[in-house]
Nanobody, 130 residues
Framework: QTQPVESGGGSVQAGGSLGISCAAS????????MGWFRQGLGKEREVVAV????????RYHESVKGRFTLSQDGAKNMFYLQMNNLQPEDSATYYC???????????????????????WGQGTQVTVSS
């Protein structure tokens, strides 16, 4: 497995929308977990949304439920995060991460800090102005 690559992001006014993408590679047909995380200036990194490729539905942090949607193009190992109704508190560097050893989406959402051999992307900036 290799480092995932993010793209997209940018700046938008409050209430607007943005999309970011993540290209994962090196997994072939293997099941794995991927997730979107974010880190605001002076804040700790936090989970946003995760998905285990062996499960149908992604899982979301409470703060983004109903506003963010994680989707996957399985054939291309591409993941997308559509962010709607963005607010200034959503401003952060957004990171894509993948991990092979994963006990499912619920586990990754709850215990991502305990995961080993996580591959992190370089991050992409999302800025929301009021």
């Amino acid at each position: 497995q290799t480092q995932p690559v993010e793209s997209g992001g940018g700046s938008v006014q409050a209430g607007g929308s943005l999309g970011i993408s993540c290209a994962a590679s090196g997994y072939g047909p293997m099941r794995y977990c991927m997730g979107w995380f974010r880190q605001g200036l002076g804040k700790e990194r936090e989970v946003v949304a995760v998905r285990y490729t062996g499960e149908r539905d992604p899982r979301y942090h409470e703060s983004v439920k109903g506003r963010f949607t994680l989707s996957q193009d399985g054939a291309k190992n591409m993941f997308y995060l559509q962010m709607n109704n963005l607010q200034p508190e959503d401003s952060a560097t957004y990171y894509c991460a993948t991990v092979r050893i994963c006990a499912g989406g619920a586990w990754f959402l709850r215990s991502w800090r305990a995961a080993t051999n996580v591959h992190w992307g370089q991050g992409t900036q999302v800025t929301v102005s009021s």
